[in-house]
């Protein structure tokens, strides 16, 4: 029979033994003559990697790293399974992570495989013809531009044209009597990117321009309307640098911005949207992404399931059990309950899960951006590399006193409430490595 094989030309008299044929071992040309096909195992699955304490510590790649993404490129360089990186950062383009992250991890990766924490403003096309204030480092005016915005302020440009307003560091003061030379725009937005460098004077700043409406020139007015629309990227209060101990995140100078706004006004502010993880905008634009690389390498079968990996539980592991739970309701046919949860979650204006008309708008936008996914679960997977640590946490997350002190020291946005199934990791592993082998058993892949 060996003998025969190579002459088969689709000659249906030649059989196989049925082991063969489960085994998926066919002509590439008849499908019946037991020769082996070279077609590669196509996978119903991808892969969400955040980048800061799962694949590097500042600016330090993680040994496992390499390893892991030795197994996801075939001899080509070219990735067997989608993936899309997913992190918080917002102090650079696409295009320079990605070029990062391609020289510590060996392999190539572009641009349209990153998602940074302010990616999804792009979607938010009703502001991109507006003036807005942006807050943040890095190339601000640049990120801004990239994703569409028109007409940009940075906080340096209100501090040249109001120099009497920044006047926490006695040396940056004025030296001589100046006066407001108040030719920019009045600003009509407010989009915070990430931690910026001088905490002070953002915060002062961004306080006058909120309680002006966007008219420097003025005084402060009384808080009888709603303020400017904000919107911020990246909560995290915490991330791991190469540090023994995690360091302050945007996260923790939202927490200063919030409690100083209600200290002065005796109101809550408010979000017009939040972006990054934990919002299930940014897993929904990831899923987005990752739908398209499976349709760019013409693999047939739908992606239908997610794994996210990360090290941080209020951020990462809180994203993806959100999502997971988006998606399953979809399954379970609440499809008409989409947009308005999604919406609550992200473009969020109380901590209530009921979306106000205009957050219900905002979030149907996206739908029609993004098209509803094909994916219907979004697995958690947490690494011990970064900022969670076994060590300094209970032995088991379910246990009632930890439940208890997670509950009263609650590290995720103020906006996000407690609920101790989605800080529930789905899978606990060493590190990145043991990740995707984990998830290529339970897939039963094998490149």
Same mark, same amino acid.
């Given at each position: 029979?060996?003998? &025969?094989?190579?002459?088969?030309? #689709?000659?249906?008299?030649?059989?196989?033994?049925?082991?063969r044929r489960k085994a998926g071992?066919? =002509? %590439?040309? =008849?499908?019946?003559?037991?020769?082996? %096909?070279?077609?590669?195992?196509?996978?119903?699955?991808?892969?969400?990697?955040?980048?800061?304490?799962? &694949?590097?510590?500042?600016?330090?790649?993680?040994?496992?790293? /390499?390893?892991?993404? !030795?197994?996801?490129?075939?001899?080509?360089? !070219?990735?067997?399974?989608?993936?899309?990186?997913?992190t918080n950062a917002g102090n650079?383009?696409?295009?320079? /992570?990605?070029? $990062?992250?391609?020289?510590?991890?060996?392999?190539?990766?572009?641009?349209?495989?990153?998602?940074?924490?302010?990616?999804?403003?792009?979607?938010? +096309?009703?502001?991109?013809?507006?003036?807005?204030?942006?807050?943040?480092?890095?190339?601000?005016?640049?990120?801004?531009?990239?994703?569409?915005?028109?007409?940009?302020?940075?906080?340096?440009?209100?501090?040249?044209?109001?120099?009497?307003?920044?006047?926490?560091?006695?040396?940056?003061?004025? +030296?001589?009597?100046?006066?407001?030379?108040?030719?920019?725009?009045?600003?009509?937005?407010? *989009?915070?990117?990430?931690?910026?460098?001088?905490?002070?004077?953002?915060?002062?700043?961004?306080?006058?321009? &909120?309680?002006?409406?966007?008219?420097?020139?003025?005084?402060?007015?009384?808080?009888?309307?709603?303020?400017?629309?904000?919107?911020?990227?990246?909560?995290?209060?915490?991330?791991?640098?190469?540090?023994? %101990?995690?360091?302050?995140?945007?996260?923790?100078?939202?927490?200063? &911005?919030?409690?100083?706004? +209600?200290? *002065?006004?005796?109101?809550?502010?408010?979000?017009?949207?939040?972006?990054? /993880?934990?919002?299930?905008?940014?897993?929904?634009?990831?899923?987005?992404?990752?739908?398209? $690389?499976?349709?760019?390498?013409?693999?047939?079968?739908?992606?239908?399931?997610?794994?996210?990996?990360?090290?941080?539980?209020?951020?990462?592991?809180?994203?993806?059990?959100?999502?997971?739970?988006?998606?399953?309701?979809?399954?379970?046919?609440?499809?008409?309950?989409?947009?308005? /949860?999604?919406?609550?979650?992200? =473009?969020?204006?109380?901590?209530?899960?009921?979306?106000?008309?205009?957050? #219900?708008?905002?979030?149907?936008?996206?739908?029609?951006?993004?098209?509803?996914?094909?994916?219907?679960? =979004? +697995?958690?997977?947490?690494?011990?590399?970064?900022?969670?640590?076994?060590?300094?946490?209970?032995? %088991?997350?379910?246990?009632?006193?930890?439940?208890?002190?997670?509950?009263?020291?609650?590290?995720?946005?103020?906006?996000?409430?407690?609920?101790?199934?989605?800080?529930?990791?789905?899978?606990?592993?060493?590190?990145?490595?043991?990740?995707?082998?984990?998830?290529?058993?339970?897939?039963?892949?094998?490149?």
């Amino acid at each position: 029979m060996k003998g &025969l094989l190579p002459f088969c030309r #689709g000659l249906y008299t030649l059989s196989i033994p049925q082991a063969r044929r489960k085994a998926g071992i066919v =002509c %590439s040309q =008849c499908g019946f003559c037991g020769t082996v %096909s070279n077609r590669k195992p196509q996978p119903r699955f991808g892969l969400l990697f955040d980048i800061d304490g799962v &694949l590097v510590r500042g600016r330090m790649p993680i040994p496992a790293a /390499k390893k892991a993404f !030795q197994k996801l490129v075939n001899s080509q360089g !070219q990735f067997v399974v989608p993936v899309v990186f997913v992190t918080n950062a917002g102090n650079c383009l696409r295009q320079k /992570k990605a070029d $990062q992250m391609s020289h510590i991890l060996g392999v190539p990766i572009t641009q349209d495989q990153v998602i940074m924490s302010h990616s999804p403003l792009r979607m938010f +096309k009703k502001y991109h013809d507006k003036c807005v204030l942006v807050s943040g480092q890095g190339p601000v005016l640049d990120i801004a531009k990239n994703l569409g915005f028109e007409n940009v302020v940075t906080i340096d440009m209100l501090r040249e044209s109001f120099p009497l307003l920044d006047m926490v560091d006695h040396n940056r003061r004025p +030296k001589l009597p100046s006066t407001a030379v108040g030719y920019l725009p009045k600003v009509e937005a407010v *989009i915070l990117f990430g931690e910026p460098i001088r905490w002070e004077t953002h915060l002062q700043l961004i306080v006058d321009v &909120l309680l002006t409406h966007g008219n420097l020139s003025g005084a402060h007015h009384s808080q009888t309307r709603a303020h400017l629309p904000l919107l911020a990227c990246n909560m995290d209060l915490l991330w791991m640098a190469e540090a023994q %101990s995690p360091r302050f995140g945007h996260g923790t100078f939202l927490v200063c &911005l919030e409690n100083i706004y +209600k200290k *002065i006004t005796g109101t809550e502010l408010k979000y017009e949207a939040l972006m990054g /993880k934990p919002s299930e905008l940014t897993y929904h634009f990831a899923e987005y992404l990752i739908r398209g $690389q499976a349709t760019e390498r013409q693999w047939k079968h739908p992606i239908t399931s997610l794994y996210a990996i990360g090290d941080n539980i209020m951020t990462d592991i809180y994203g993806a059990n959100l999502y997971n739970r988006y998606l399953e309701e979809r399954v379970r046919g609440n499809i008409h309950k989409d947009v308005a /949860k999604m919406a609550a979650a992200t =473009c969020s204006t109380t901590t209530t899960t009921t979306a106000s008309p205009r957050e #219900g708008e905002l979030g149907h936008a996206w739908a029609s951006e993004l098209a509803l996914p094909s994916a219907t679960s =979004c +697995k958690s997977v947490l690494v011990c590399t970064g900022v969670y640590n076994p060590s300094t946490e209970a032995a %088991s997350s379910s246990s009632s006193a930890n439940q208890h002190i997670r509950q009263n020291v609650f590290h995720g946005h103020r906006d996000f409430r407690f609920d101790p199934e989605l800080v529930e990791a789905g899978h606990v592993v060493l590190d990145v490595a043991e990740a995707v082998d984990l998830i290529f058993q339970k897939e039963n892949f094998v490149p």
